[in-house]
Structure formats: structure tokens, C-alpha cells
């Protein structure tokens, strides 16, 4: 499609109608440019709307209760009825032949947890100074029951150990020592379960850490025992605050928009390259250049226009040529600012009151270079032409070269005829 453009010169106006050269380069650049900018904000929204960015807010609550407790089995008597008496009670020590300690923990939660655990029983034996109970004079432990490791993937684990206590085995080994240094101590037997759980719902959220501990003190070398729970039972709530992470809500929306996106880099690129090449067609950037670095000593950039009227002799230059000589001969740099970007420009020179302007657009430039290639392709024309008209004479002169040998040969043959007659 055509189109009207407009072409200054210094003090005239030209209408022609043409095809933009570059028009094609234009209109791809911008083809690609804005299809590519459309497919990104597309594809941007299909993305977003397409994943969860901070995925499903979960919270597991769990709760962990631990306790301790114990029986006291009796040997053989008269005065009670059944072989053992329950927590809580002071007994007799000549009638206890063992102690049965329970300890008890449970985690429980609303959702599968990893869960790490690790747990052992002791027993440890102490003879104290009477006086001052601080003061430790005999101590002894062991493994009741060795440390245990555990893995599991559940929503909840319980730990349940029994362990029969011999109460005459530690009172015996207290009472030796007495006889021994003939010392007045106090002595006890404290049963402790070490327990260390770790547990995560995620391994980058909220983790669960727990170091607890369950202890029985059994005391020795008495007459009557009081035995007592050390600690007090464990009953814990919490909430592991976590989420599922980033999820795709939407495939076929996904899919979509990695498509779009993936085609904005080819688009972008070829757009790229189309705007290059319309740059590097642009006669305009291309003869301002060229000006701006044949004669960078003489020219200044400047960025705002110079009035007119104040100056009385005022000429327009046809050639650029002519304001080199002007600032040469004058002695004063030419200024350059640019109108409108990649369009329209002006060289000044102004001294005193003289002021010299020459106007270059890309609209004239177009319209010379147009000019100059019409008349090459009319030259063109006549060339060919001649060329043609050459081989045209040439038949010609042929043809009457062959059309005088006939006539040559008719007017021998009559000769001979006559020859003959005479003859």
C-alpha cells in the first residue's frame, strides 16, 4: 500500500508517493515486537495462575505424653492379701522382692510425621553422705536397657518398657559397704529412661525437638522405703507449621504458558534483528553519522533550538559542504541538534549577527536516493535500448546485402544469354 510522504528541503516542500524502502523491515520489527510482548504477559498470567507460588498452608498439631510408674511385688506374708501394692505407698523393706518400673511415651498427630527417636534405661547406684546428701561417696550405673534407635513415618509411635528392679541385689551391695567402713550412709537406686525425639513434616518448616527424661528414685538400706517419680509426667501440645511448596493448580494453563514464553525469546530475538536491520537502512542515522565523525572537530551537540529573529543576516546553505567552509572561514563550530530522533536535525552557525542553518530530514535524503535510483534505472532503460536498436541494423544490412546477391546473379546470367545469342 502506498502512502504520502512529506520531503523538506531548506525552503521547499516535496509530496510524492512511494513505498517506504524499509517499510517490510518496519512492519516485521514491530510484528515480532509486540506478538512477543502479547505471548509474555500472556504466558506471565497463565503462570501465575497456573502454580501456587507458596504452595498449601498445612498445620499438624501433635501431642506427646510420657509417664512413669511403678509396683512393688512382696515376698511371701501374712499381712497382705496380694502379692504386690501399687504406687504411692511407703513399704516395708524386708517384705519387697522386686519393683516393677513402667515407663510410657506417645507422639500423636493429625498427619504422617518423620520421626526419629532414640531411648535407654538406667540404673544408678549411689551411697551418699548422711550429713550432707549432696555429697556422693559410692556411684555405679548400668544399662537396664541399652539405647534403642528408631525411624518411623507415622502419625503417631508409643514406647512401652517394664524392668523388674531386684531390690535386694542394691540393698545387699549398700549394706556390704556399710559393714565394710563401718559408715552411717544413705544409699538409692534411681531408674531413669533418656529419651530424644526429632520429627519434621517437611525437612524445611518447622521441626520437632524434644529431650525428655523419666526418673524413679528407689530408697536403700531402710526399713521402710518411700519410693518417688522424680519427674513429673509429660503432656505437651504443638503445631508444625509448613506447607506442600510450590504446585502446578492448572497443567493444561501450565503448559500453555511455557509455550507462550518459550516463543518470546525467538520473537524478542527476531524482532531484535529486524529493528538492526531497519536502523542500518535508515539513510538519515546513516549520513548524520557520517557527518558527526568526518567532522567531530568542528561540530558541537547541543539540545535546544536558537531564535531566529535576533539575528539580521540569515542564510540557508544548499550543501553541507558550504557550512564547513562558513565555520572554517567564520571560525566558529557548528552546532547540532537533533528535532525529531532518527527523522529531522539542524547544523547552525551563528557569529555576531549572521546565522547559518542547514536543515537535513530523513524525508529529503529518501527523496534524493529515490531520485537517484530512477535515474539510474531510466539510463538503464536507454542502454538496454540501444543494445536492442545495434542488432536490428545489422539484420537489416544483411538482408539487402543478400537481396543485392541475387540480383548480381541475374544480371550474369543475362550476359551469358546475350553471349550466346550473339554467338
Same mark, same amino acid.
Given at each position: 500500500m502506498k502512502e504520502k510522504i512529506k520531503y523538506f528541503s531548506t525552503d521547499k516542500m516535496y509530496l510524492v508517493n512511494r513505498i517506504p524502502k524499509n517499510k517490510r523491515t518496519r512492519v516485521l520489527y514491530f510484528v515480532f515486537l509486540v506478538t512477543s510482548f502479547i505471548a509474555l504477559i500472556a504466558g506471565g498470567y497463565l503462570l501465575f495462575d497456573s502454580v501456587s507460588i507458596n504452595g498449601k498452608k498445612i498445620n499438624v498439631r501433635y501431642n506427646e505424653i510420657g509417664t512413669a510408674d511403678y509396683t512393688v511385688?512382696?515376698?511371701?506374708?501374712?499381712?497382705?492379701e496380694t502379692d504386690y501394692l501399687q504406687s504411692g505407698m511407703k513399704y516395708v523393706a524386708s517384705l519387697i522382692k522386686t519393683i516393677n518400673t513402667k515407663f510410657n511415651y506417645e507422639v500423636h498427630s493429625n498427619q504422617n510425621v518423620n520421626y526419629s527417636y532414640n531411648y535407654k534405661i538406667t540404673g544408678t547406684l549411689q551411697i551418699l553422705d548422711r550429713e550432707n546428701p549432696d555429697k556422693v561417696l559410692y556411684s555405679r550405673e548400668e544399662d537396664l536397657i541399652p539405647e534403642e534407635n528408631q525411624t518411623v513415618s507415622s502419625n503417631n @509411635?508409643?514406647? *512401652?518398657?517394664?524392668? &523388674?528392679?531386684?531390690?535386694?541385689?542394691? *540393698?545387699n551391695i549398700v549394706s556390704r559397704y556399710k559393714s565394710d567402713y563401718g559408715l552411717s550412709v544413705n544409699a538409692q537406686l534411681v531408674v531413669a529412661m533418656d529419651?530424644?525425639?526429632?520429627?519434621?513434616?517437611?525437612?524445611?518448616?518447622?521441626?520437632?525437638?524434644?529431650? *525428655?527424661?523419666l526418673q524413679i528414685t528407689i530408697p536403700l538400706s531402710l526399713q521402710t522405703v518411700d519410693i518417688t517419680i522424680d519427674t513429673e509426667n509429660i503432656n505437651n501440645t504443638g503445631t508444625l507449621s $509448613? !506447607? $506442600?511448596?510450590?504446585?502446578? $493448580?492448572?497443567?493444561?494453563? @501450565?503448559?500453555?504458558?511455557?509455550?507462550?514464553?518459550?516463543?518470546?525469546?525467538?520473537?524478542?530475538?527476531?524482532?531484535?534483528?529486524?529493528?538492526?536491520?531497519?536502523?542500518s537502512n535508515n539513510i538519515y542515522n546513516i549520513t548524520v553519522d557520517r557527518i558527526l565523525r568526518e567532522f567531530d572537530r568542528l561540530i558541537v551537540t547541543g539540545t535546544s533550538s536558537i531564535n531566529e529573529k535576533k539575528?539580521?543576516?540569515?542564510?540557508?546553505?544548499?550543501?553541507? !559542504?558550504?557550512?564547513? &567552509?562558513?565555520?572554517?572561514?567564520? *571560525?566558529?563550530?557548528?552546532? @547540532?541538534?537533533?528535532?525529531?530522533?532518527?527523522?529531522?536535525? @539542524?547544523?547552525?552557525?551563528?557569529?555576531?549577527?549572521?546565522l547559518y542553518k542547514f536543515r537535513l530530514t530523513r524525508a529529503f535524503l529518501e527523496k534524493e536516493e529515490l531520485d537517484k535510483n530512477e535515474s539510474i534505472t531510466t539510463e538503464n532503460a536507454e542502454v538496454e535500448e540501444n543494445k536492442n536498436i545495434k542488432p536490428q541494423v545489422e539484420e537489416e544490412v544483411v538482408e539487402e546485402k543478400?537481396?543485392?546477391?541475387?540480383?548480381?546473379?541475374?544480371?550474369?546470367?543475362?550476359?551469358?544469354? $546475350?553471349?550466346?545469342?550473339?554467338?
Amino acid at each position: 500500500m502506498k502512502e504520502k510522504i512529506k520531503y523538506f528541503s531548506t525552503d521547499k516542500m516535496y509530496l510524492v508517493n512511494r513505498i517506504p524502502k524499509n517499510k517490510r523491515t518496519r512492519v516485521l520489527y514491530f510484528v515480532f515486537l509486540v506478538t512477543s510482548f502479547i505471548a509474555l504477559i500472556a504466558g506471565g498470567y497463565l503462570l501465575f495462575d497456573s502454580v501456587s507460588i507458596n504452595g498449601k498452608k498445612i498445620n499438624v498439631r501433635y501431642n506427646e505424653i510420657g509417664t512413669a510408674d511403678y509396683t512393688v511385688y512382696l515376698k511371701d506374708n501374712q499381712y497382705y492379701e496380694t502379692d504386690y501394692l501399687q504406687s504411692g505407698m511407703k513399704y516395708v523393706a524386708s517384705l519387697i522382692k522386686t519393683i516393677n518400673t513402667k515407663f510410657n511415651y506417645e507422639v500423636h498427630s493429625n498427619q504422617n510425621v518423620n520421626y526419629s527417636y532414640n531411648y535407654k534405661i538406667t540404673g544408678t547406684l549411689q551411697i551418699l553422705d548422711r550429713e550432707n546428701p549432696d555429697k556422693v561417696l559410692y556411684s555405679r550405673e548400668e544399662d537396664l536397657i541399652p539405647e534403642e534407635n528408631q525411624t518411623v513415618s507415622s502419625n503417631n @509411635f508409643v514406647i *512401652n518398657e517394664d524392668i &523388674d528392679i531386684d531390690y535386694n541385689k542394691y *540393698n545387699n551391695i549398700v549394706s556390704r559397704y556399710k559393714s565394710d567402713y563401718g559408715l552411717s550412709v544413705n544409699a538409692q537406686l534411681v531408674v531413669a529412661m533418656d529419651l530424644n525425639v526429632y520429627g519434621d513434616y517437611d525437612k524445611d518448616d518447622d521441626k520437632i525437638q524434644k529431650d *525428655n527424661k523419666l526418673q524413679i528414685t528407689i530408697p536403700l538400706s531402710l526399713q521402710t522405703v518411700d519410693i518417688t517419680i522424680d519427674t513429673e509426667n509429660i503432656n505437651n501440645t504443638g503445631t508444625l507449621s $509448613t !506447607s $506442600t511448596g510450590n504446585t502446578i $493448580t492448572n497443567i493444561p494453563g @501450565f503448559v500453555v504458558a511455557i509455550v507462550l514464553l518459550a516463543l518470546c525469546v525467538p520473537g524478542f530475538i527476531q524482532g531484535r534483528k529486524y529493528y538492526k536491520e531497519y536502523k542500518s537502512n535508515n539513510i538519515y542515522n546513516i549520513t548524520v553519522d557520517r557527518i558527526l565523525r568526518e567532522f567531530d572537530r568542528l561540530i558541537v551537540t547541543g539540545t535546544s533550538s536558537i531564535n531566529e529573529k535576533k539575528y539580521q543576516n540569515k542564510f540557508y546553505p544548499q550543501k553541507f !559542504s558550504e557550512m564547513v &567552509d562558513a565555520a572554517e572561514n567564520l *571560525n566558529a563550530p557548528i552546532l @547540532f541538534y537533533e528535532v525529531i530522533p532518527n527523522e529531522k536535525c @539542524f547544523f547552525i552557525i551563528v557569529k555576531d549577527d549572521t546565522l547559518y542553518k542547514f536543515r537535513l530530514t530523513r524525508a529529503f535524503l529518501e527523496k534524493e536516493e529515490l531520485d537517484k535510483n530512477e535515474s539510474i534505472t531510466t539510463e538503464n532503460a536507454e542502454v538496454e535500448e540501444n543494445k536492442n536498436i545495434k542488432p536490428q541494423v545489422e539484420e537489416e544490412v544483411v538482408e539487402e546485402k543478400h537481396q543485392e546477391e541475387p540480383q548480381e546473379e541475374d544480371k550474369k546470367e543475362e550476359k551469358e544469354e $546475350t553471349e550466346l545469342l550473339k554467338w
